[in-house]
């Protein structure tokens, strides 16, 4: 992710990348909604559909507020190292808060506008709490949940956006995510996998009956707007029109391709049918993977991402879940979790300069080992500060407001309880 807020000299206004940006940034919204809405409210059954698009909706409404109040200041803000302020170390400043100071006339380095640049940055704030309802659907209390995301959203991903993105310590450190393998995928993953702890599994799974989604259909619908999304999350990214976004955008198409068919052979070998939920899950897994890598890997590097990561999440929601008995009920840790952990190390084996460019990151397998090893070291910081800060929340909102529903709500959904309405009638 390219965050270089202003140069030496003024730039002036490229059309072309600000008109693909602006697209970019519509098509991450797209992830989110309807994306987000209907994937995760496929998944779910009828009685639920809606409390997951009504928390899906909280995010993208109250979100984006904290991102104009003091988002994106807190993660791309300068006025704590300019100052010289030992709060450099946890965000940017309040220089930027309310966007004081961003006018038309602030053009970054590639040519598009800073207000575009904020826009564009406030739908990877919304869609990176979107990810973490998967864990815990059909058994939150609307108000807990807001509260949580709330406080999650301020204190979990601003200090990870500007530790990655925005001049913190893990950029500096050399530690590549282009589009947010750490920033986002860990980060909400891990979080789902602490929430999913937390919160206890649903009374009525694994209690002899599968629960299954009660709408296959919207799982495809929902699917594929996230894959046309992803091209601007992942081409996006780089901020302009240019190769590297073409690369971006080839990468990311290759790769979720590749792992939406090595699922379904995975899935037709061991189970005897390709399923379509499967498949779509699949396609999910290697956009989440290839996420981190998409500015600095090529054609091959998408293939081996897009293969490793699917055989892994496939054991993680296959296997480790079963075996271990937690309810991670859409499968957030399982595929963004652990596809943005083994994403976020491939970047390290499968970065090249043939991308990257004269003098810049190569991966361990074109002989530097150097890059593998920042990537380990970011994502187990990622790893341990989103365990550390969702557990210290969760504990906080469960004790103040409560954050499960009753049995009797849940068993006859939240939906009519939490919401007054029906999907079906």
Known sequence: MITTILSATTPTLDTGNTAWMIVATILVLMM???GIALFYGGLVRQKNVLSVIM???LIVGVVSLIWVAIGYSWAFGTGFKESGSWLWFFMGGLDKAFMHGITTRNIMPSGIPEMTFAMFQCMFALITPALILGA???????KGYMVFTILWVIIAYLPMAHWVWGGGFLQQMGAIDFAGGTVVHINAGVSAFIMCLMIGKRDDWRKGHPIMPHNITFVFM???FLWLGWFGFNAGSGLAADGLAANAFLVTHVAAATAAVTWMIIDWTCNKKP????ACTGAVGGLVAITPAAGSTDILGAFAIGIITTIICFIMVAVIKPKFKYDDALDAFGVHG???IIGSILTGVFATRCITGEGGAEG???GDWHQLWVQTVATLVSIAFSVVVTYILYVLVDKTIGMRVCRRVEEEGLDIYEHG?????
Do not use: C, D
């Not at 399923?275 to 499967?278: A, D, E, I, N």
């Open 32 to 34: 989110s909604i309807p």
């Open 55 to 57: 928390q899906t909706m």
């Open 136 to 142: 815990f659907a059909e058994r939150i209390k609307f």
């Open 222 to 224: 929902g699917m594929s």
């Open 275 to 278: 399923t379509t939920v499967g």
């Open 338 to 340: 652990m596809g943005g």
């Open 364 to 366: 361990a397998l074109y």
């Open 421 to 425: 309405e029906s999907a079906y009638n």
